[in-house]
């Protein structure tokens, strides 16, 4: 295991040198990444190209048309200055509280019922809007949403990752872990938010949020016609459509109610929610006469680069899943007064070398089932611990073998280097602060 850590350690730096000191294309590093990393793990080279194209199909497959439509949406919003109106309205709702804490807030809440990579695609262009073409606003805002989002989805059912810990550490209390995650990703929600707090005041320009919001209320009065109520519908509806069929389960147990679970789980996919926020796009479109052919030429335009680079990313996590990273950890042995650390680490470390903070949710969760005893987290009340190490772990670090990562770069409009300092360093001080307050508060209160 030690060896392959090692391996995966050595692309991490091959990546941050290609990509931020050489400027070649992200996409042709990764490529070179996943060849080399492959060899390294002596794959046999016959199956080289099979595990490099599944990986590349499979994360196509996964979020290829959210992506596509995501961009079809923000295109849409753009043309028609749907942005505009939604940024102004929030900017004059909640001019009191600073603008980084806001979209924090929003990316949280949408992130229980939402897939953090759908809803950060479909979020990215508001929060792009309200930064006013100011850079460092623009990434202050970018990791304000990409945190609260991360937030709740590591710690929060019904997002897959809490549920399937909860059911491998056979929790039988769900109700406990809504409640101790969604307080625990709030915690995560403010660190973050203070982060990007910082970094959005480092944008230097001395506009006030009032003033913004009449900014942008000038440029809404001369350049659309839309009022909030209209322009939010394509962004919202997805959203709704997500967080309804989320809950599906809990309707399960009702009579009667079988077809209308299956429309609501039909509705509430992610790509038919997305392509639902498609059509009321282009109805806005529709309305302002614009062409929805232009629409959809910058909408692929925008997306083609984006997929590219984050299928070669699915591809690199495909090798590296070839990686013996678990290995013997199910016979170790530990005192029982290490508590949860030993949690974090197991995810911190598989979420750092193989990208998937839901893969770490379950596997860390499947390793510790039979380690609960010992480490003192065999109540109900230990599992929801563990489980709230386990997320934190699952956090440190989101970099180039994340899905998240790419997606989160690209359509913030950030480079390699600019995400590295920015959002990978923020999910650093996410998993390790949250961690440590988490700690404090298990040695306080016990299992």
């Not at 290829?64 to 505009?84: D, P, V, Y």
């Not at 950060?120 to 460092?136: C, D, E, S, T």
């Not at 990752?161 to 409640?179: D, E, I, M, R, T």
Request: proline share 4%; hydrophobic share 55%.
């Amino acid at each position: 295991m030690g060896l392959d850590l090692l391996f995966i350690g050595i692309v991490i730096i091959w990546i941050i040198i290609g990509t931020s000191y050489l400027r070649w294309h992200p996409f042709f590093v990764l490529l070179i990444s996943a060849l080399g990393l492959a060899m390294l793990l002596q794959t046999p080279l016959i199956e080289i190209p099979k595990v490099i194209s599944v990986g590349f199909g499979n994360m196509f497959q996964n979020i290829g048309l959210l992506i596509l439509f995501g961009s079809f949406i923000g295109a849409a919003l753009e043309a028609t200055n749907a942005t505009q109106v939604i940024a102004q309205t929030i900017l004059k709702k909640f001019r009191r509280l600073p603008l980084p804490f806001v979209v924090s807030g929003l990316g949280y809440i949408v992130s229980i019922p939402v897939f953090c990579d759908a809803a950060f695609v479909i979020l990215a262009p508001l929060a792009k809007k309200m930064a006013l073409g100011n850079r460092l606003k623009r990434n202050g805002l970018t990791i304000a949403l990409s945190t609260g989002l991360f937030s709740a989805h590591v710690l929060v059912p019904p997002t897959p990752g809490p549920l399937a810990a909860a059911a491998n550490l056979q929790l039988k209390n769900l109700y406990v872990l809504l409640l101790g995650g969604g307080f625990f990703a709030l915690i995560l929600m403010l660190i973050g938010g203070f982060y990007a707090y910082y970094l959005f005041r480092k944008g230097k320009f001395e506009e006030s949020l009032t003033e913004i919001a009449a900014h942008t209320t000038q440029e809404q009065e001369t350049r659309s016609n839309l009022n909030f109520s209209l322009a939010i519908i394509p962004l919202a509806l997805p959203i709704l459509l997500m967080a309804f069929a989320a809950f599906t389960p809990f309707l399960s147990a009702i009579a009667g109610l079988y077809y209308v679970i299956v429309a609501l789980e039909f509705l509430g996919d992610p790509v038919i929610a997305l392509l639902v926020g498609v059509l009321t796009a282009f109805y806005l479109c529709f309305k302002q006469d614009l062409s929805i052919n232009d629409v959809i030429k910058k909408g692929i335009q925008q997306a083609a680069p984006i997929l590219l680079i984050t299928a070669m990313g699915g591809a690199l996590g495909s090798v590296i899943q070839q990686a013996n990273l678990t290995q013997g950890f199910e016979t170790l042995h530990f005192n029982a007064s290490i508590g949860l650390v030993i949690p974090f680490l197991l995810a911190a470390v598989l979420k750092s070398a193989q990208g998937s903070s839901t893969v770490a949710l379950i596997t860390v969760s499947s390793i510790l089932l039979p380690l609960l005893p010992a480490l003192g987290l065999d109540s109900e009340t230990g599992k929801v611990w563990a489980i709230l190490a386990i997320g934190a772990g699952s956090v440190t670090v989101s970099h180039a073998n994340d899905s998240y990562f790419w997606i989160v770069s690209q359509l913030g409009e950030m480079s390699v280097k600019e995400a590295y300092r920015t959002h990978t360093f923020a999910t650093f001080l996410q998993g390790v602060i949250g961690f440590i307050l988490l700690l404090l508060a298990f040695n306080l209160l016990g299992a």
